[in-house]
Antibody, heavy 121, light 113 residues
């Protein structure tokens, strides 16, 4: 059973870059054909898909964030990561990493527990 | 982008009664070649990540109680909880995976009346 765990700083200053890592256990990130996604949720609000990286390393980003987002995969560490630049208070949210079910569908079958990132000076 | 609109924003249902949540997409999420609707439903309880309930609009995820069911096609979808239990108190989200950006509905909060 695949498990995902987010990690990274809980506090980021405005204008800086938010960096998070998702560590995958219970299977190799490079096996199978899956999309590994980042999703965020501001307190009391809904879910926003940030983007995803495929097992091969190709990426798709939400156009609303595309200019500021980089998602990459590190197969040697069984991790994938998120970088969001030029953050503001509006980027304060719980950030989740998630995986789909590959050829069986791009819905999110596996989720991390989430990590709260606050943007504040 | 495909906009997902859920209704109502919240609803209160008595224990054992039916709860119905609607989700409408701004364009069809039915892929004609496969005749599948690229629509999923999730349940989120406070402090927890969303949990997958339904995919392909009507396929129940393994381990999800059969009181949860999904229906609909094209642009209009429904999640039904046939007999509400106390543990079903949560926020429910629909999501389309027909095209990127993947998008979610705004959520429907289900409470006990």
């Amino acid at each position: 059973q695949v498990q995902l765990q987010e990690s990274g700083p809980g506090l980021v200053k405005p204008s800086q870059t938010l960096s998070l890592t998702c560590t995958v256990s219970g299977g190799s990130i490079s096996s199978g054909s899956y999309y590994w996604s980042w999703i965020r949720q501001p307190a009391g609000k809904g879910l926003e898909w940030i983007g995803r990286v495929y097992t091969s390393g190709s990426t798709n980003y939400n156009p609303s964030l595309k200019s500021r987002v980089t998602i990459s995969v590190d197969t040697s560490k069984n991790q994938f990561s998120l970088k969001l630049s030029s953050v503001t208070a509006a980027d304060t949210a719980v950030y989740y990493c998630a995986r789909d079910r590959g050829s069986q569908g791009d819905y999110f079958a596996y989720w991390g527990q989430g990590t709260l990132v606050t943007v504040s000076s | 982008d495909i906009v997902m609109t859920q209704s109502p924003d919240s609803l209160a249902v008595s224990l054992g009664e039916r709860a119905t949540i609607n989700c409408k997409s701004s364009q069809s999420v039915l892929y004609s070649s496969s005749n599948k609707n690229y629509l999923a439903w999730y349940q989120q309880k406070p402090g927890q990540p969303p949990k997958l309930l339904i995919y392909w609009a009507s396929t129940r995820e393994y381990g999800v109680p059969d009181r949860f069911s999904g229906s609909g096609s094209g642009t209009d979808f429904t999640l039904t909880i046939s007999s509400l239990q106390a543990e079903d108190v949560a926020v429910y989200y629909c999501q389309q995976y027909y095209s990127t950006p993947l998008t979610f509905g705004g959520g429907t909060k289900v409470e006990i009346k």
